[in-house]
């Protein structure tokens, strides 16, 4: 399920997509919560249902929740909403300004 611009996903609103790719898609999106952009990262109902799969996602935001560097997305959570699990990434300065050349690009 590929999600649109203003869908929902737990307390996160998605403000538009930024990739894909085996793992799943990637948004920017606000957190509604405590009022933050934030990258979404989203396995998919199918994938989520492959538990390598799953598993593959919480060592990842595992190792990332261990790690801190200013060029590392800082891990916010790792929820599932809907049968979709998903991890949220803090966006920083490098991030930010990649999202905003796919945006430039794209016009």
Known sequence: ??????????PYEILAPIGAGG???VYRAKDTRLVRDVAIKVLPVALAND?????????????LASLEHPNIGG?????ES???????VRIGSWFANQTDRVRLSDA
Do not use: H, W
């Open 1 to 10: 399920m590929s999600l649109s611009v203003g869908d929902r996903l737990g």
């Open 23 to 25: 793992m799943g898609e």
């Open 51 to 63: 538990r390598e799969r799953l598993a593959r996602l919480e060592r990842e935001a595992r190792l």
């Open 75 to 79: 891990i916010y959570g790792l929820e």
């Open 82 to 88: 809907n049968g979709e699990v998903s991890v949220a």
